[in-house]
């Protein structure tokens, strides 16, 4: 979706109706994406027919899942309903309810701050920190304090993305 061209803002507001196949000869050759659709910004983009049917097997996947999908659904989204056994993916599993990511609370500031305001989903100096996070961390060169080897950073992240309260027990698996 990268070569789509469109704002990383506007995957938060598209649904599955928003993207439409283009077909010729009985064949779907590209998708018609209407970003920020009803919207005064409203604006067309475009997506390869290789993208299309990786899209259409997510949106299968979560109907496998036992999600009800129609045009409303939305395309990629951080609500799941861990109650229904996801098979791969799912990280999490509440005793009931759902689970909301709270993408800004690990969140990375603007580096041009005239974004804040001018993008829908900035409300802060804060943006989504995306789908692949830097940790840097150093090199373990003769002990292992914890028995699992992956940046100190990594938990505390996943933890925070999740929400922290705090009457809140996280439990380690490590210990």
């Known amino acids: 979706m990268a070569s789509s061209g469109i704002?990383?803002?506007?995957?938060?507001?598209?649904?599955?109706?928003?993207?439409?196949?283009?077909?010729r000869d009985g064949k779907i050759?590209?998708?018609?994406?209407?970003?920020?659709?009803?919207?005064?910004?409203?604006?067309?983009?475009?997506i390869s027919a290789e993208t299309w049917n990786e899209l259409v097997n997510w949106m299968n996947y979560r109907k496998n899942s036992g999600e009800i999908i129609n045009e409303d659904s939305w395309l990629m989204r951080d609500l799941w309903d861990a109650r229904v056994a996801q098979g791969r993916g799912l990280i999490t599993r509440p005793k009931k309810g759902n689970v909301r990511l709270d993408k800004l609370a690990i969140g990375v500031p603007y580096q041009d701050k005239t974004n804040i305001g001018r993008w829908k989903s900035a409300v802060e100096d804060?943006?989504?920190r995306g789908n692949v996070w830097f940790i840097p961390y150093p090199t373990i060169q003769a002990s292992r304090p914890h028995p699992a080897v992956f940046p100190e950073k990594l938990p505390l992240r996943c933890i925070k993305l999740h929400g922290v309260k705090p009457d809140m027990i996280v439990y380690d698996p490590f210990i």
């Open 29 to 46: 050759v590209a998708a018609k994406i209407i970003v920020y659709a009803g919207e005064d910004d409203e604006y067309f983009s475009y």
């Open 7 to 23: 704002h990383l803002g506007a995957w938060d507001y598209l649904h599955w109706g928003d993207i439409r196949p283009i077909e």
């Open 126 to 128: 804060k943006r989504d």
